[in-house]
């Protein structure tokens, strides 16, 4: 008997560097990749619709969000606390859809990067510069006892590309990771959010927001091109560049581990 196929949203905040567009294409062929090679088994195809909420300020029309399985946020090169219209209203939508408890029974939501600091501004968090620290490239992330149990296994390697970050973990919210330079690598917040932390012996409740500050998207390719792009035009050094060209190549559990997580959540 046949099923219907996943669907998902994508709000697309950003258009990737040239040189990452003439190679991998924008976002939405970026994530596509990503998802369609983290398929889970059983699932031969998905559905997956663009809204661009930078440029035409495009969202998912209301009738139709209990029709997603979930709704992911990408990155972006902008900062998720400038005070401008498109970045505003973004916030506004993801905190007005938490108050749609049918919506949310059906849809997960997943913030990637500057989804993950949109999604924090919008649980009550607040998203700062980091003190001109640039993350990039893999790093290996250190999970909590949540994050080991959500993963499977004791850490996990990202790529990274961001010099913001969510300096703490919003209300309702548990955090699954840290980095030397960035400690929140991401949250959960469950579907029953009185729920507590998980016993080691007892299951996890229902995840229905998930997010990371890095990138499981990202290939090593895409990260080199967007090094070069931003040594080139002068925010970021060489010394900084070179070390991270060369991290760029490490383990990358964007695949094989995250993205099939990020599959589970979406599912539920």
């Known amino acids: 008997m046949a099923t219907n196929p996943p669907r998902l949203a994508l709000l697309v905040c950003d258009t990737p560097v ?14 596509g990749t990503l998802f369609r090679a983290s398929l889970p088994t059983g699932i031969v195809d998905f559905v997956m619709d663009s809204y661009d909420v930078r440029h035409a300020m495009a969202y998912p029309p209301s009738d139709t969000l209990d029709t997603y399985n979930g709704i992911v946020i990408t990155g972006s090169a902008a900062s998720a606390y400038e005070d401008v219209e498109w970045i505003n209203r973004l916030v506004s939508w993801v905190a007005d859809l938490q108050c749609k408890d049918h919506i949310l029974k059906s849809s997960a939501f997943t ?118 792009a931003r040594e080139e035009s002068g925010v970021i050094d060489k010394e900084l560049a070179e070390k991270a060209w060369i991290r760029a190549d490490g383990r990358n559990d964007g695949v094989n581990v995250i993205g099939r997580v990020i599959w589970e959540v979406l599912l539920v």
């Open 18 to 31: 040239p040189a990452v567009v003439k190679d991998h294409g924008e976002y939405p062929m970026i994530f």
């Open 111 to 228: 913030g990637i990067c500057f989804g993950h600091q949109i999604v924090a501004r919008a649980l009550g968090g607040e998203c700062v510069s980091n003190n001109g620290n640039w993350e990039i490239a893999i790093s290996e992330v250190t999970l909590t006892n949540l994050g080991q149990r959500v993963f499977g296994t004791q850490s996990i390697n990202i790529q990274q590309m961001h010099q913001d970050h969510v300096p703490t973990v919003p209300p309702l919210c548990h955090l699954l990771g840290s980095t030397m330079i960035t400690r929140n690598q991401g949250m959960v917040q469950f579907s029953d959010t009185n729920a507590p932390l998980p016993a080691p012996d007892t299951p996890i409740p229902q995840i229905r927001i998930l997010t990371l500050q890095g990138h499981p998207e990202f290939t090593a390719g895409i990260v080199k091109e967007i090094i070069k």
